[in-house]
Nanobody, 124 residues
Framework: QVHLVESGGGLVQAGGSLRLSCAAS????????MGWFRQAPGKEREFVAA????????AYAEALKGRFAISRDGAKTTIYLQMNSLKPEDTAVYYC?????????????????WGQGTQVTVSS
């Protein structure tokens, strides 16, 4: 099992930025795709972004393109989500997830391991 720990959440004003991190550890996860999902109160979990093992392939929720950017460090053990021009509707718990199949997309059921989440609150 891959152990995932998110960090970087917090309270920010609308228009501000935050950078989330997700550190992965545990069994060898070469080839894993990593993704970010979020869940707002009373809403279903939704896909945010994903990145492939090499870091060159990415996928985004259409509505978030241009404001959010996913990246992966050289050691492949940490991924980041840079969130800019934040809006109150971005308020949610953000989860990091790992998918050993290597497909870079937002199909949540494919992701086997999940972090505990980090709260992002955007005030208006």
């Amino acid at each position: 099992q891959v152990h995932l720990v998110e960090s970087g959440g917090g309270l920010v004003q609308a228009g501000g930025s935050l950078r989330l991190s997700c550190a992965a550890s545990g069994r060898t996860f070469s080839g894993y795709t990593m993704g970010w999902f979020r869940q707002a109160p009373g809403k279903e979990r939704e896909f945010v972004a994903a990145i492939g093992w090499s870091g060159t392939r990415t996928a985004y929720a259409e509505a978030l393109k241009g404001r959010f950017a996913i990246s992966r460090d050289g050691a492949k053990t940490t991924i980041y989500l840079q969130m800019n021009s934040l809006k109150p509707e971005d308020t949610a718990v953000y989860y990091c997830a790992a998918d050993r199949h290597g497909v870079v997309d937002g199909l949540a059921s494919r992701y086997e391991d999940w972090g505990q989440g980090t709260q992002v609150t955007v005030s208006s």
